[in-house]
């Protein structure tokens, strides 16, 4: 069983909409969340980081976790061009597990 | 800071060579990992340490060896390569804190083709 899960899109969003992106694990006792993004050719960056249930926000980011249904989400608000790169969902459970990635390409 | 550094940024290699991926981190963190990134996929871990003398497997072990004798470096060894290790790869370190490893801090990726 797939420990992270991840829709691969890719998903497309009109600039100034919101997007969402959705994340289910596998494994109960992992700890902490992170959202990467990635752009192509580039090294993951640290968007997000979530510990415990419940809404985190950060500027036009937040995060969600629901421990109980293993489910993490990233919403991005007011979409930008430069929000299109591919969001990596990371799960830590002692070794730090990243999903395979959902592509986001923002229409302007 | 130099943060974490991967050396080569790239590489060929002929299928049977070998070739060690080196990467060492100036932050003094504990946690130090090798991912691989195939073309449109996620990071898959290959190997991690929680410390120098600790290491353990990750999803992909097969074909690479490692090792951690001190905290700032961690080489990743490919023994006999094959096409199938056509990839990019990626160091990282992170601190341990509550809960354990916390942000991961990312190398710029190393290119390496087998042919």
């Known amino acids: 069983q797939k420990e992270v899960e991840q829709n691969s899109g890719p998903l497309s969003v009109p600039e100034g909409a919101i997007a969402s992106l959705n994340c289910t694990y596998s494994d109960r006792v992992s700890q902490s969340f992170f959202w990467y993004r990635q752009y192509s050719g580039k090294s993951p960056e640290l968007i997000m980081s979530i510990y415990s249930n419940g809404d985190k926000e950060d500027g036009r980011f937040t995060a969600q976790l629901n421990k109980a249904s293993q489910y993490v989400s990233l919403l991005i608000r007011d979409s930008q061009p430069s929000d299109s790169a591919t969001y990596l969902c990371?799960?830590?459970?002692?070794?730090?597990?990243f999903g395979k990635g959902t592509r986001l390409h923002i229409l302007p | 800071n130099a943060g974490v550094t991967q050396t080569p940024k790239f590489r060929i290699l002929k299928i049977g060579q070998s070739m060690t991926l080196q990467c060492a981190q100036d932050?003094?963190?504990?946690?130090m990992y090798w991912y691989r990134q195939d073309p449109g996929m996620g990071l898959k871990l290959i190997y991690y340490?929680?410390?120098?003398?600790?290491?353990d497997k990750g999803e992909v072990p097969n074909g690479y060896n490692v090792s951690r004798s001190t905290t700032e470096d961690f080489p990743l060894r490919l023994e006999l390569a094959a096409p199938s290790q056509t990839s990019v790869y990626f160091c990282?370190?992170?601190?341990?804190?509550?809960?354990?490893?916390?942000?991961?801090?990312f190398g710029e990726g190393s290119r390496l083709t087998v042919l």
């Open positions: 990282a370190s992170s601190y341990s804190g509550t809960g354990g490893a916390g942000e991961l801090f």
């Open positions: 990371a799960v830590n459970n002692d070794k730090i597990i």
């Open positions: 932050m003094n963190h504990n946690y």
């Open positions: 340490s929680v410390g120098a003398g600790i290491t």
